[in-house]
Nanobody, 124 residues
Framework: QVHLIESGGGLVQAGGSLRLSCVASGRTFSRITMGWFRQSPGKEREFVAV????????YYADSVKGRFTISRDNAKNTVYLQMNSLKPEDTAVYYC?????????????????WGQGTQVTVSS
């Protein structure tokens, strides 16, 4: 069992930055692939970024590549999402998720554990 708690969401103007954090508990964090997803009203949950347990492998959605950075601190059981140059279309509830499989994946189906989400709103 893995318990995930996100924080760091809020309201920001277009062009601004936010850093999301997700703290995990309940299982050896250093062996878990971690991902960030987001969901806007009326849309399906979509992949944002993923990081392997070692931190050496990362993947990003095309829509955030070059603007967002995923990282992790295994000593703190925490994964981060640094979001820069935010756009109104980035507005969504952001979720972190844990995948106990070693292979990073972009599919929501692969993630067994999910946080409650944190709202990010970008005003124009």
């Amino acid at each position: 069992q893995v318990h995930l708690i996100e924080s760091g969401g809020g309201l920001v103007q277009a062009g601004g930055s936010l850093r999301l954090s997700c703290v995990a508990s309940g299982r050896t964090f250093s062996r878990i692939t971690m991902g960030w997803f987001r969901q806007s009203p009326g849309k399906e949950r979509e992949f944002v970024a993923v990081i392997s347990w070692s931190g050496r492998t990362t993947y990003y959605a095309d829509s955030v590549k070059g603007r967002f950075t995923i990282s992790r601190d295994n000593a703190k059981n925490t994964v981060y999402l640094q979001m820069n140059s935010l756009k109104p279309e980035d507005t969504a509830v952001y979720y972190c998720a844990a995948d106990t499989d070693a292979t990073p994946t972009m599919g929501t189906y692969a993630y067994e554990y999910w946080g409650q989400g944190t709202q990010v709103t970008v005003s124009s």
